[in-house]
């Protein structure tokens, strides 16, 4: 019997990274790993595929999840309840958000946080289009409960 291999997904606007947008993925993986294991599990550039299309967010968060490491998954098929999207420097905005509510919100994650760096900027997307912008303070996730400090993110 042969073994089949799925095939890495292939998007069709591949993102670029950068020193700032690796910084900002390590140090949000901290501090909600940091701030929320127990209640669940967070995941960095995991490849997702849903009815509603393939994606690769930066960060997507789940209820905790068991992990088997006798087995993997190379595609993930279970939806996130939140995904974080860093904008990059060659990444348009608009491609961004479209993605977001085309293929996230579809599928049913209940919130994507959206990251702009260089203006250091958090706003919380939600299903309905509604928008929550943040520019300090605490960053709170109305459908969540998540909450993260702007400064800790963006500290220089």
């Not at 967070?42 to 088997?68: H, V, W, Y």
């Not at 293929?103 to 209940?110: I, L, N, R, S």
Request: aromatic content about 8%.
């Amino acid at each position: 019997m042969e073994a089949t291999v799925e095939q890495p997904i292939e998007y069709e606007d591949e993102k670029m990274s950068s020193l700032n947008h690796s910084e900002l993925q390590s140090r949000l993986a901290f501090l909600f790993m940091s701030a929320y294991r127990q209640q669940y599990s967070i995941f960095t550039e995991l490849d997702l595929e849903f009815a509603s299309g393939k994606t690769r967010p930066d960060l997507c968060i789940f209820p905790k999840r068991q992990i088997n490491w006798m087995t993997d998954e190379i595609i993930v098929h279970d939806v996130p309840l939140v995904t974080i999207e860093i904008l990059s420097p060659e990444q348009s905005l608009n491609s961004l958000i479209e993605r977001i509510y085309q293929k996230h919100f579809p599928a049913g994650v209940k919130t994507v946080w959206l990251i702009v760096p260089s203006l250091q900027i958090v706003s919380i997307l939600l299903p309905n289009r509604q928008q929550l912008n943040f520019t300090e303070g605490l960053i709170a996730d109305p459908e969540t409960g998540l909450q993260l400090n702007l400064a800790d993110i963006f500290e220089g």
